[in-house]
């Protein structure tokens, strides 16, 4: 469904643009279900790219607690412009309003060969939780176009963005804690049967230290090997050039032994 309404006083309502903090009020035994309505207005004063005006498109994604979700929306590409309108409006799903982030990234799709995220133009993070006491409600806010912590690129970010906002959802009793295990008995602490003995609270920390130092490991490695794709793309694209020039200029030399006789 559109999007509509009057919108919010966008200082009032989401506070610092970086959309940082959770909401105020929030229960913590509660999980908030449901979906982010998005609408991509325009964008303005972004940077420029290979010495021209961008063809920026933008990208979006909740991540939960830090991970990525699968889903993921794009604006089409507008051409050559440091101020695109889009006006474009998609629909992401959320597991969890209190532990998500709205991801909005820009990207200049004009760039044949981006080397080390170099059509990257910037990017917009907000913390959900900011609109779970405003659910139900469109909100239009104008954010920063900010750099990033972890993408490098030789000209920093600019400009700003402008998004339309509704967060629609239900509000659910958190999981409750599993039942603590049986007591081992004498015989079973002693290894001679019985049911296992409960894992300790270090033991389950150190399992979950283990399964985020295990994925962080594969999300590193993709990202390497996304960049030497891209290294290799580029290799080609010199040594295809660099060929280029080679029969340009033997034709040259070519052309000028013909006359010359």
């Known amino acids: 469904d559109k999007l509509s309404g009057q919108a919010s006083s966008s200082e009032r309502v989401l506070g610092r643009e970086d959309g940082a903090g959770a909401a105020a009020g929030m229960a913590s035994n509660v999980v908030y279900n ?10 303005d004063d972004l940077r420029t790219h290979l010495n021209r005006k961008p063809s920026p498109m933008a990208m979006l994604r909740v991540s939960v607690a830090g991970v990525a979700q699968q889903d993921l929306m794009k604006t089409n590409p507008m051409p050559n412009s440091t101020s695109p309108e889009w006006g474009q409006e998609f ?3 959320v597991t969890d309003a209190s532990q998500s982030q709205l991801e909005c990234t820009i990207w200049d799709t004009s760039d044949p060969q981006p080397s ?6 910037g990017e917009v993070l907000l913390n959900l939780a900011k609109l779970i006491p405003y659910k139900g409600h469109y909100i239009e806010q104008v954010f920063f176009v900010k750099q990033g912590k972890t993408i490098k690129t030789d000209q920093q970010a600019t400009g700003n963005l402008k998004l339309g906002l509704r967060l629609d959802i239900s509000e659910g009793p958190a999981e409750a804690p599993a039942s ?16 296992e003995s409960p894992r300790s609270p270090q033991q389950e920390a150190a399992d979950a230290a283990a399964r985020e130092a295990a994925a962080r490991a594969e999300r590193e490695a993709q990202e390497q090997a996304q960049r030497r794709e891209q290294e290799r ?9 660099e060929a280029q020039q080679a029969a340009a200029a033997g ?11």
């Open 34 to 43: 449901g979906k982010v309505h998005i609408k991509v207005v325009r964008a």
């Open 91 to 93: 629909i992401l799903p």
């Open 116 to 121: 080390e995220f170099s059509n990257f133009l």
């Open 180 to 195: 603590p295990p049986p007591q081992p008995s004498t015989a079973s602490a002693a290894g001679v049967g019985g049911p």
């Open 233 to 241: 793309m580029a290799q080609e694209a010199d040594a295809e050039r």
């Open 251 to 261: 034709q040259r030399e070519e052309q000028q032994q013909q006359q010359q006789q």
